[in-house]
């Protein structure tokens, strides 16, 4: 089962809303708020986190991803409202379970149709 992140930058809430195929936790569930970009995916990878996924585009530019063992799914999101982010849940958790090749997915959300 894959270990999921939600970056801060995303609702709290939208955790609950995966199925039980992976296994989801938030930034904030672990006190992590005050890391920067680079210590979070470090305590990542040792705490065996396969996934990180979030709405900051830049983090790709910021940080050599190739350095730690986690992938980075970037959601382009006109808004980061829970409302907003729920129908699109299917399509973000299909995108983690896929085994593409790369350290950093964008999933494009704007305008596409919410799935169920």
């Known amino acids: ?3 999921v992140l939600l970056d ?3 609702p709290r809430r939208l955790k609950s809303h995966f199925s039980n195929n992976l296994t989801v936790t938030t930034v904030p569930d672990l006190g992590w708020q005050s890391k920067q970009n680079g210590e979070l995916l470090a305590a990542m990878e040792s705490e065996g ?3 990180l996924v979030t709405a900051d585009r830049n983090l ?3 940080q050599n991803l190739s350095k730690y ?3 980075v799914v970037v959601l382009l ?3 980061n409202q829970l409302k907003t982010l729920i129908p699109h849940v299917s399509a973000v958790e299909s995108t ?3 085994d593409s090749a790369g ?3 964008e999933l494009d959300l704007r305008g596409r149709e919410p799935t169920s």
């Open 96 to 98: 983690i379970l896929e």
């Open 103 to 105: 350290e950093v997915v």
């Open 49 to 51: 986190f396969d996934v």
């Open 69 to 71: 063992g986690v992938r």
């Open 60 to 62: 790709r530019f910021q």
């Open 8 to 10: 801060e930058n995303l």
């Open 1 to 3: 089962m894959k270990r």
């Open 77 to 79: 999101i006109y808004d």
